[in-house]
């Protein structure tokens, strides 16, 4: 009997444990407020890169409304908030954090964790902010329509589509952005263990106002 209540409390542990590992490994999003933030024109106006940003964290509802913005799903077809060449929707955005490295799904509207650890530091650190949203084109959805050179065009002009989006939402709700082409593209790639056609594109450094 204490043999039988011993393994119990085991599996117990062992459950928990689980749990908890698997509640670090995703991250649910929240619901976005679709009636936040001021009109296009006075985005268009307030829009500007920043320079600094304050060392607070991004809440959650902030974070899920900039990543809806930026790539979201905003119709039942699953198509984006961000237009696409030929509706590839090649871009991914990986979001840097403190704590972990995340890919956001947007079809499950939730983050999935790649790599733990404070992985930042591969941006540099001018600008450095609580959250940095990485831009990956994945070039092979584009099959073999035009030539290598076409389609990472494509793959960057899809890019900055979505910053847009990004900086845009960012204006209109006292978010501070700033799109960075610089970056250790080698490390990137070996940390997040990307393919050969998985092109990191820009940064983006996302904050509040210092």
Not at 35 to 53: D, K, Y
Not at 81 to 107: C, E, H, K, P
Not at 144 to 164: H, K, L, N, P, T
Request: aromatic share 6%; charged share 20%.
């Amino acid at each position: 009997m204490k043999h039988t209540m011993k393994k119990i409390a085991t599996l117990g542990l062992a459950l928990l444990m689980a749990n908890a590992v698997s509640a670090q490994q995703t991250i649910k999003l929240e619901k976005v407020d679709m009636n936040r933030g001021a009109s296009v024109m006075q985005a268009l106006s307030n829009r500007q890169s920043a320079n600094e940003f304050s060392d607070t964290k991004l809440s959650l509802a902030d974070l899920s409304a900039v990543l809806w913005a930026g790539n979201g799903i905003n119709r039942p077809d699953g198509r984006r908030t961000a237009a696409s060449a030929m509706n590839r929707q090649d871009v991914d955005i990986y979001v840097f954090t403190d704590n972990g490295v995340w890919l956001y799904d947007a079809a499950a509207s939730q983050l999935n964790q790649v790599v733990s650890g404070d992985n930042r530091k591969l941006f540099g650190d001018r600008g450095m902010s609580p959250v940095i949203l990485l831009l990956v084109s994945d070039l092979s959805k584009f099959g073999q329509v035009g030539s290598a050179e076409e389609r990472q065009m494509m793959g960057c002009i899809d890019a900055g589509i979505v910053y847009q989006n990004i900086a845009l939402f960012g204006a209109a709700n006292d978010i501070c952005t700033r799109p960075r082409a610089m970056m250790d593209k080698a490390g990137v790639k070996a940390l997040l263990k990307l393919g050969d056609l998985q092109l990191p594109v820009l940064n983006v450094p996302v904050g509040y106002k210092k």
